[in-house]
């Protein structure tokens, strides 16, 4: 079991050796200065199910969340809040179905909340506050039966536009 923790003072970009780490299964980049996106390389990294890319990037770095992150299927938890963290949520979110926390606040991510993440029936935490938000909340997320939070309050700039009830 190996975790890889990298905390304050890290800037530059991940480089694609990471995913020599085979056997890595935690990794934080937290309050580091990450450049770029995430390289192809990692996303093969199959064992790993802690990431924490919280307050990795500023607004002179944005990034969007690939949609290679579907690959991540061992994730059990994914931090990546204070980001500046822009476009849509990938739909292949939905299947890190292991994944119990979930939690994106505060960037600049816009667009509906895909419907996919109500496949995350084993989530507890889902933390997408201050975002960017326009639509209404999907009723999938009814099927999460494990879900205890859920914060999808109004966006930096202004408020976001997420409306509707509650899925029951």
Request: charged share 10%; proline share 4%.
């Amino acid at each position: 079991m190996w975790h890889l923790v990298a905390h304050q003072g890290v800037s530059g970009t991940v480089p694609s050796e990471i995913a020599l780490l085979t056997s890595l299964q935690g990794l934080s980049f937290y309050d580091s200065t990450l450049l770029g996106t995430l390289p192809q390389e990692f996303f093969s990294l199959t064992d790993l199910t802690y990431l924490n890319l919280s307050k990795s990037c500023d607004e002179y770095n944005s990034v969007a969340i690939s949609s290679m992150i579907g690959l991540l299927r061992g994730l059990s938890h994914l931090y990546w809040n204070e980001s500046s963290l822009i476009g849509t949520l990938p739909t292949e979110l939905g299947l890190l179905t292991g994944l119990t926390v979930l939690s994106l606040d505060k960037n600049s991510l816009t667009g509906p909340i895909p419907s996919e993440l109500g496949h995350l029936t084993v989530l507890t935490k889902l933390n997408l506050h201050m975002n960017l938000w326009t639509g209404t909340l999907p009723s999938e997320l009814g099927q999460m039966s494990s879900l205890s939070y859920l914060s999808a309050t109004a966006g930096a700039a202004g408020g976001d536009s997420t409306s509707g009830t509650l899925p029951s």
